[in-house]
C-alpha cells in the first residue's frame, strides 16, 4: 500500500477484498520443518522439500531394488591417423556408391520418343517445353510429361534440319502424359481460335477452360498452327536404327563428338562451290579484320571441321538408291563451324546467310559470287 495516505490505508483494510487476500496468503504461507518443532534443532533443520512433503512414501521405499541399466562398452579408437575411414576413401567409397546408382538406373532406364512431323522448321527446344504438364500443385514445376531432349530431325545426306522433332523422355508414361496434354491442347485451339473470317470470337481474356488459363495457353502454344491436323506418334522400344543413335549419344554424332558443340555451333556450305577449309579460314579472318572484330570461335584448329555423315544411317529406304556420286556432290564441302556461345553463333547466321562468298585470297566479292548458307545447329 505505498503511496497511499494513512486514512485511505485503513479504509482499504476493512474492504472484503482485502480480507481475502489477506486468508489466501496466510493459507499459502511457507511451513516449518514439522520435525523437532518445539526445538532449536527443528527450526534449524530448514524446510521440508514439496516432493517428501507430498510422496514421503517414497522415502520409505528400498532404493536398492532399482535396476541398473548396462552400459555399452566403447573401445578406444586411438589416434585419428589409425582410423580405418579417412576423408579419401571416403571419396572414393561416394564415388563408387555413385557409379552403382548409376548402373542401376541404366539398368532401369526405359526411353520413349515422340515424333512431331509437318512441323514449322523455326521451333526451338522452348517451344516443346513451355507446354509441358505444369505440376499439380505448383505451376513453375514440371511434372509426369517433362521431356530429357529434343532433337530436330536432319536430312541424312545434307544434315539439313526438316520439318520433323523427335522428342526423347525417360519412360513411357511421361511420353503419353505429355502426347495426351497436346493433344487435348490442339484440340481447344482448333475449338476457340480463329482460323478465318467465319470463326468465332476468341473467348475473353481471363476464361478458364477445364482448368487452365485459355489465354496462356494459346500464346504458349505454338507446335502445330490450329488449322492443321496434328501429328504427335509415339515410338517404343526397340528402336530403329535411326532413332537409337540418338538416345545412345544423346544427340546427333556429328554434334557430340568429341565434344558437345549442340547449341553453339553453325552448319556452313557454299551453293555450287566446294572451298577448302583454308578458303573458310580467310574468308572468316578477311570478315573480322573487316568488322573490326574476329569471330569468337573455339576450339583452336577443330573449330572449323568438315562434316563426316559416313555414320549417320538412312531415314528411309529412298536414300539407300541414291548414287555415291549424287551423295558425294549434295554433302561435300559441308563445315560445321563451332563458337564460344549460342549468341556469337546466332550472330555468325545472321550475318552470313546468303552472303556472297569471296573466292578470291584478297577477299574481293565478285558479281557473280556464289552465295554461303548456314544454319544453326541445336
Not at 479504509?11 to 496466510?26: D, E, F, I, M, N
Not at 513451355?130 to 499439380?136: E, I, S, Y
Not at 583454308?278 to 584448329?301: C, F, I, M, Y
Amino acid at each position: 500500500m505505498r503511496g497511499l495516505h494513512l486514512p485511505q490505508a485503513e479504509a482499504l483494510r476493512k474492504t472484503p477484498l482485502y480480507r481475502y487476500l489477506g486468508l489466501v496468503r496466510w493459507i499459502h504461507r511457507p511451513r516449518r520443518a514439522l520435525t523437532d518443532r518445539g526445538s532449536t534443532k527443528g527450526l534449524q533443520a530448514g524446510k521440508v522439500s514439496l516432493f517428501d512433503e507430498l510422496f514421503s512414501e517414497e522415502n520409505t521405499q528400498d532404493h536398492d531394488l532399482m535396476i541398473e541399466i548396462p552400459r555399452l562398452p566403447l573401445s578406444d579408437i586411438g589416434h585419428f591417423d589409425s582410423f580405418p575411414f579417412r576423408l579419401e576413401s571416403g571419396k572414393r567409397l561416394a564415388k563408387k556408391l555413385t557409379e552403382a546408382a548409376a548402373q542401376e538406373s541404366v539398368k532401369q532406364w526405359n526411353p520413349a520418343v515422340l515424333v512431331l512431323s509437318r512441323a514449322s522448321k523455326s521451333l526451338v527446344d522452348a517451344d516443346f517445353r513451355r507446354v509441358a504438364p505444369k505440376g499439380r500443385h505448383i505451376g513453375e514445376w514440371t511434372g509426369p510429361g517433362d521431356i530429357l531432349k529434343v532433337f530436330p530431325g536432319r536430312d541424312t545426306v545434307t544434315f539439313q534440319q526438316k520439318n520433323h522433332y523427335l522428342l526423347l523422355f525417360p519412360n513411357p508414361s511421361y511420353a503419353r502424359t505429355y502426347q495426351n496434354y497436346v493433344t487435348k491442347l490442339h484440340k481447344l485451339a482448333q475449338t476457340h481460335m480463329p482460323t478465318s473470317l467465319q470463326s468465332p470470337l476468341p473467348p475473353p481474356a481471363g476464361t478458364v477452360l477445364q482448368g487452365e488459363d485459355v489465354q496462356t495457353l494459346f500464346q504458349d502454344y505454338a507446335l502445330c498452327p490450329p488449322s492443321q491436323r496434328i501429328s504427335l506418334v509415339s515410338i517404343f522400344a526397340p528402336f530403329g536404327s535411326t532413332v537409337r543413335p540418338l538416345i545412345e549419344n544423346r544427340g546427333y554424332a556429328q554434334l557430340t563428338s568429341p565434344t558437345d558443340k549442340a547449341g553453339r555451333a553453325v552448319l556452313f556450305w557454299v551453293d555450287g562451290c566446294a572451298p577448302t577449309i583454308r578458303a573458310v579460314r580467310s574468308a572468316l579472318a578477311q570478315d573480322g579484320r573487316d568488322r573490326g572484330l574476329p569471330w569468337a570461335t573455339q576450339g583452336g584448329s577443330r573449330s572449323i571441321e568438315k562434316l563426316d555423315l559416313s555414320t549417320f544411317t538412312p531415314e528411309n529406304p529412298d536414300h539407300s538408291e541414291q548414287t555415291d556420286q549424287e551423295v558425294k556432290g549434295r554433302s561435300s564441302a559441308r563445315w560445321i563451324l563451332t563458337f564460344v556461345d549460342e549468341n556469337e553463333a546466332r550472330r555468325f547466321v545472321r550475318a552470313w546467310h546468303r552472303r556472297p562468298f569471296p573466292l578470291s585470297s584478297d577477299g574481293v566479292q565478285s558479281e557473280d559470287a556464289p552465295l554461303a548458307n548456314t544454319e544453326f545447329l541445336w
